[in-house]
């Protein structure tokens, strides 16, 4: 870029290429976006001159010049501009709500420099990005004869999937479930209708969730609610080698594991295992005979992650040979 002054460019007294237009601070312009800042402290036309050189190389490709005009009143200023903007969380669609005022007329610049078309006269605009990124957004408010402008970054982040957790199992109803996320566009529809992110169980049973997000990301998570109001100890088996109820103990699906020891009525240890072991009947491998047995149970659910001690009894039945 090659700075003023240029030839046959007359400056009246007091103005130089340096100091064209009164300000604090000086006309300053950014050349990598050719943004003009200046605030001005004098009435009065001004019209300054720019010239750019384009290299490839070191060898000039392309020169374009731009004369701008100001036109600085002493303006009362009924016109604010200002603006908010939405979380980009649909994709790179942004939605620009406009709350200035005394304004007319609107000029946004949308601050993406891969194109010259990122503007717009509409009030509240909506502009879709190229990409995620930081990108610096001008809007000039105007109301006929004065006008103001506010600049501001607005950052456009890539589109996120949506993860609302994993299946679950908990132990007791009424229960109240919170999908843990921070997601504002997020939608809910659980098995029992409601479209909350908090629900409230009265009884146990199994639920599901359905969560979408922007209608193109979708998550799925089953709870289930367990009841261990009504667990005892099984009381009976039948090792007769007929494939029902051959071992010992069935536990149902609300128990993660156990320990358990048998003993017989002189309190003779017949059975011992631990990690959900399971006994066949047997004692030295050779069949204990029909009865009752005394059973030592230590099991782990959801409620008790160091364990619950049982007693109880089992009787052992066995068809006669």
């Given at each position: 870029?090659?700075?003023?002054?240029?030839?046959?460019?007359?400056f009246s007294?007091g103005?130089s290429a340096a100091?064209?237009i009164?300000?604090?601070?000086n006309?300053?312009?950014?050349w990598?976006t050719?943004?003009?800042?200046?605030?001005?402290?004098?009435q009065?036309q001004f019209?300054?001159?720019i010239?750019v050189?384009?290299?490839?190389?070191?060898?000039?490709?392309g020169i374009?010049?731009?004369?701008y005009q100001?036109?600085?009143?002493?303006?009362q200023?009924?016109?604010?501009?200002?603006?908010k903007?939405?979380?980009?969380?649909c994709?790179?669609k942004m939605?620009f709500n406009?709350n200035s005022s005394g304004a007319?007329?609107?000029?946004w610049?949308?601050?993406?420099t891969l194109?010259?078309?990122?503007?717009?006269?509409?009030?509240s605009?909506?502009y879709?990005?190229?990409?995620?990124?930081?990108?610096s957004?001008?809007?000039?408010a105007c109301?006929?004869?004065?006008?103001?402008?506010?600049?501001?970054?607005?950052?456009?982040?890539?589109?996120?999937?949506i993860?609302?957790g994993?299946?679950?199992?908990?132990?007791?109803?009424?229960?109240s479930y919170?999908?843990?996320?921070?997601?504002t566009?997020a939608?809910?529809?659980w098995?029992t209708?409601d479209?909350?992110p908090?629900?409230?169980?009265?009884?146990?049973g199994?639920?599901w969730?359905?969560?979408?997000?922007?209608?193109?990301d979708?998550d799925?998570i089953?709870?289930s609610?367990?009841?261990?109001?009504?667990?005892?100890i099984p009381?009976?088996?039948s090792p007769?080698?007929?494939?029902?109820?051959?071992?010992?103990p069935?536990m149902?699906g609300?128990?993660?594991?156990?320990?358990?020891?048998?003993?017989?009525?002189?309190?003779?240890?017949?059975?011992e295992a631990?990690?959900n072991?399971?006994w066949?009947?047997k004692f030295k491998n050779?069949?204990?005979?029909?009865?009752?047995?005394f059973v030592?149970?230590?099991?782990?659910?959801?409620?008790?992650?160091?364990?619950?001690?049982?007693?109880?009894?089992?009787?052992?039945?066995?068809?006669?040979?």
């Amino acid at each position: 870029v090659t700075p003023p002054p240029f030839p046959q460019v007359n400056f009246s007294s007091g103005y130089s290429a340096a100091f064209p237009i009164d300000g604090v601070p000086n006309l300053s312009i950014n050349w990598q976006t050719g943004l003009l800042q200046l605030t001005p402290t004098r009435q009065g036309q001004f019209v300054i001159g720019i010239l750019v050189k384009e290299y490839r190389k070191g060898v000039v490709v392309g020169i374009t010049r731009r004369d701008y005009q100001f036109n600085v009143l002493n303006c009362q200023f009924k016109v604010v501009s200002t603006y908010k903007t939405n979380d980009s969380a649909c994709g790179y669609k942004m939605n620009f709500n406009n709350n200035s005022s005394g304004a007319k007329s609107f000029k946004w610049n949308f601050g993406d420099t891969l194109t010259e078309y990122d503007t717009s006269s509409q009030q509240s605009p909506e502009y879709t990005y190229p990409g995620a990124g930081t990108y610096s957004v001008k809007l000039i408010a105007c109301d006929g004869n004065c006008c103001d402008s506010t600049i501001s970054t607005v950052t456009v982040l890539e589109p996120l999937g949506i993860d609302i957790g994993k299946d679950t199992t908990f132990c007791t109803a009424p229960f109240s479930y919170t999908i843990d996320t921070k997601d504002t566009v997020a939608k809910y529809l659980w098995s029992t209708g409601d479209t909350t992110p908090v629900v409230e169980f009265s009884q146990p049973g199994t639920y599901w969730v359905k969560a979408s997000r922007c209608n193109t990301d979708y998550d799925t998570i089953t709870l289930s609610i367990q009841d261990f109001n009504d667990f005892t100890i099984p009381n009976a088996f039948s090792p007769n080698d007929d494939g029902y109820n051959d071992l010992y103990p069935l536990m149902d699906g609300r128990v993660e594991s156990y320990d358990i020891i048998v003993y017989n009525r002189w309190g003779e240890k017949m059975f011992e295992a631990k990690d959900n072991g399971l006994w066949d009947g047997k004692f030295k491998n050779q069949e204990v005979p029909p009865g009752v047995y005394f059973v030592l149970l230590k099991y782990k659910d959801c409620r008790t992650p160091d364990g619950v001690e049982m007693r109880g009894t089992v009787t052992l039945f066995r068809e006669t040979k």
